[in-house]
């Protein structure tokens, strides 16, 4: 009394039993096909948890839709579950079912008959037998055996009357079942397969079978193919400060901590932060680390790896082969992986226990992005540093600007090399080999292979590099490739290419380099990015502008924190000249100076050079004048960046632009031209533009003795920066046909004269030349009778 009651049932005597506020009874094979058609009705949307838990209950209240009480609603049910993500794989593990006599004694002979193959690390287990009659449902013995049994993989193979039956069960993503019953004329999904098969005995099936899965079975993911190696210890005598300056120097978060050669501890930056706190920085990193720690080998499988970090929060997990530490894996390096290796195959060579993390190229496809994108040369030289890499047993990588350019499909064959290992004897092995020569740098580890028609190659030791103060040049250690690529500039840059045999062709992005190429974005590695080298803001802007990217919100951000705390102050001038180099040499550099502008970078090396200033006229008057002059195919050659540079500083005055020349530490010629030609040409110009336009031109001799002092780049300079139209004529007379007119005598010549050599000679072929210019003279004979006349008749 007092209960409300509801009933939902498939059972019609419960009407006359029982009576209920709402009776939802209907002659169905099961209650759940009750709600299911309730649920359609109100187009009420289930998970694929609850949809499957419903096709659990009705496939045991209808005998799996075979029982006589089933209906048409009931398989309406099941089609209306399955649309909601019901999973009949669950459902066929975990619904029973009785067993036939045949069916007993043929799994009987199956689990006499199991046996275990080891593919690539993977254990699956085959089981077969004859029967001379028909038994069916061999796949709910499959379901049996493998439960019965725990098996991740199975493969049933039973002979019936004249075929051969094969039920493939696969709990694993390595091992697409469907893909190989296919090569026996069946197919199925990746978890469950099966084939019927009339042209092979049993035993040409199961000789065949381990052939098939050796094609199809992918290796199973292990620790080695993620693991960082070599990785940065500390020893547990150590202080608490040293581990603080490790940890901070390497930029690293976690160390494992020796005692010899053991491994017999943890530490964390955040543990060590806490102690510097409590002024414990003189106390030994063994009173403080962590001993309670789990350790895998290169072997361990992910599975147990990703078990381990989630189910006991070690973020810092160390890899040991017999007590020796042979790398280190974080819970990082294990998303990053997740994230990027599902449906990848890790590679299965030996050549070494470097390995590395997840990608998204695979290896066939950057080897065919190498010969459809590169040259016939640089295909062979990329053939051969592979090759000297197997002979020295060192893992060789394309890595930076190269692997970047080759994903965007630009032209780039400046070919950077990093070798894990000695770069130095790896390029003078190279080169012994391939007839060319090498200037080495040993302080860094760095070498550049020089081919007779000029063409290089750089190669690097992988490197790790520290600051120890912000603006300096970085302190170098050898290290391994990933930490060589934490020290990149931008993620773009970070992409590395395997070129040895064992892994030819892999590509390894450890940082995101490809999201942020895919995002078009120009993205730090890390915070301090900026402050470690502050000369990046340049680069930043260059990639950006090249690229068509765009600098990312956060590292914009950084960047213009980095302006604002003066950190270029603490730059080498040379070092930032080198930078701007760089912008004035790419195509279009009006873009990046702008940006620098819009970002306060240029105002910072001189003031007058804002925002406010208007770069794209003095910028498109020089690219004007660069393109007449280039049509005119002349012997006097010129260098476009300073052209370029000179626009940029068009609106400075002589003292501001000595001031910013002695910023940047020019070479002693870029400075007389920026300094002292440049501030010469724009008195020429003054005095040139001073001539009314109705005046006589210049005389040719006047023209070339103004002119003939200064630079390509200046009379360039002076023609962009003039208004005046008959101005620029003068000066493109000069460039055109004055400044290549010589006398016909020579001083060879003069000796015939019977005058004495001496300075004499050169103010009598000055007059030659002035006179030849204004066309007062055009012959040998009068030239002769010039000098005749002026230097040999007495006064």
């Known amino acids: 009394p007092g209960v409300d009651i509801h009933i939902y049932d498939h059972h019609l005597d419960t009407a006359a039993s029982l009576k209920g506020s709402v009776e939802h009874i209907v002659a169905v094979g099961s209650t759940v096909t009750v709600f299911s058609h309730i649920l359609m009705e109100k187009q009420i949307e289930l998970t694929a948890d609850e949809a499957t838990m419903m096709m659990l209950g009705l496939y045991e209240d209808t005998g799996s839709l075979t029982f006589h009480s089933t209906t048409v609603k009931d398989y309406q049910a099941a089609a209306y579950l399955l649309t909601q993500g019901a999973n009949l794989n669950v459902v066929a593990d975990l619904i029973v079912q009785e067993l036939t006599p045949d069916q007993v004694r043929l799994l009987n002979d199956l689990i006499a008959s199991k046996t275990i193959l080891n593919i690539h690390g993977i254990n699956v287990a085959l089981a077969h037998a004859t029967i001379d009659h028909f038994v069916s449902d061999i796949a709910t013995l499959a379901h049996k055996l493998k439960d019965m049994e725990n098996l991740d993989v199975l493969f049933v193979i039973v002979r019936m009357e004249r075929r051969v039956f094969i039920v493939a069960r696969s709990r694993l993503e390595e091992i697409h079942v469907g893909e190989i019953m296919m090569e026996f004329g069946g197919g199925g999904h990746a978890s469950a397969a099966s084939c019927s098969v009339r042209d092979l005995t049993l035993l040409q099936v199961l000789d065949r079978l381990p052939k098939v899965l050796l094609k199809h079975v992918q290796p199973q993911w292990q620790v080695r193919h993620l693991m960082s190696t070599p990785v940065k210890t500390i020893d547990a005598d150590d202080t608490i400060a040293n581990a603080h300056q490790t940890l901070s120097r390497y930029n690293i978060n976690a160390v494992p901590v020796l005692r010899g050669n053991e491994v017999v501890g943890v530490i964390s930056r955040q543990l060590v932060d806490k102690a510097v706190y409590h002024g414990l920085q003189e106390q030994p990193v063994s009173e403080f680390m962590t001993r ?18 989630v189910e006991s929060n070690q973020r810092f997990v160390p890899v040991v082969e017999s007590t020796k530490l042979m790398g280190a894996v974080t819970r990082t390096d294990l998303l990053r992986h997740l994230a990027s290796s599902v449906g990848t195959p890790p590679r299965t060579g030996e050549h070494s226990l470097v390995t590395r993390g997840g990608r998204k190229y695979k290896p066939g496809q950057v080897q065919r992005l190498i010969r459809n994108r590169l040259p016939k040369r640089i295909q062979n030289l990329i053939e051969r540093l592979g090759q000297i ?5 060192v893992s060789v990588f394309a890595v930076g600007g190269f692997v970047r350019d080759l994903v965007l499909n630009k032209e780039n064959l400046d070919i950077d090399i990093v070798v894990e290992g000695d770069g130095i004897t790896f390029a003078e092995t190279f080169a012994k080999k391939d007839d060319c020569r090498v200037r080495c740098h040993r302080k860094f580890g760095t070498a550049v292979i020089i081919y007779p028609d000029g063409f290089n190659i750089d190669i690097a030791s992988a490197r790790m590099e520290y600051y120890l103060q912000p603006g300096a040049l970085p302190d170098v250690e050898h290290a391994s490739v990933k930490m060589d690529l934490s020290r990149r500039d931008f993620t773009i840059n970070t992409l590395a290419i395997s070129l040895n045999q064992a892994a030819k062709g892999e590509m390894f992005d450890y940082y995101g380099g490809q999201r942020d190429i895919d995002d078009k974005a120009i993205r730090v590695l890390h915070n301090l990015s900026f402050v470690e080298d502050p000369t990046r803001v340049f680069r930043a802007v260059r990639f950006e502008q090249r690229l068509d990217f765009k600098i990312g919100k956060q590292t914009e951000h950084l960047l213009r924190s980095a302006v604002r705390l003066g950190l270029l102050e603490k730059v080498s001038g040379h070092r930032i000249y080198n930078e701007l180099l760089l912008i004035m040499k790419e195509k279009h550099p009006l873009l990046a100076v702008t940006r620098l502008a819009r970002l306060e970078v240029l105002s910072y090396l001189h003031p007058s050079l804002t925002s406010k200033v208007d770069y794209a006229k003095s910028f498109d008057e020089a690219r004007r004048v660069m393109a007449w002059y280039d049509l005119l195919y002349t012997e006097h050659p010129y260098e476009r960046w300073l052209c370029y540079f000179l626009a940029l500083t068009a609106g400075l005055d002589r003292k501001e632009i000595k001031n910013f020349c002695d910023r940047l530490q020019l070479m002693p010629r870029h400075h007389v031209i920026l300094n002292q030609q440049r501030t010469t040409a724009i008195g020429i110009v003054k005095r040139l533009e001073g001539r009314n336009n109705g005046m006589r031109s210049p005389r040719p001799s006047s023209l070339y003795r103004w002119l003939q002092p200064l630079s390509t780049e200046i009379l360039l300079f ?22 290549d007119i010589q006398p016909i005598l020579t001083g060879n010549d003069l000796g015939e004269f019977k005058i004495a050599p001496g300075p004499i000679y050169r103010t009598i072929l000055d007059d030659l030349l002035y006179a030849r210019l204004d066309e007062r003279v055009t012959t040998v004979e009068e030239e002769r009778a010039l000098v005749q006349r002026k230097y040999l008749q007495n006064p």
């Open 389 to 393: 890499g197997d002979e020295l047993n």
């Open 292 to 309: 309670d720690f789990h350790q895998v080998t290169p072997r361990t499988t992910v599975a147990i790896l990703k078990s381990l970090i």
């Open 718 to 739: 002076m023609m962009a920066r003039t208004s005046r139209e008959n101005v620029r004529q003068w000066i493109s007379r000069y460039i055109t046909h004055l400044r």
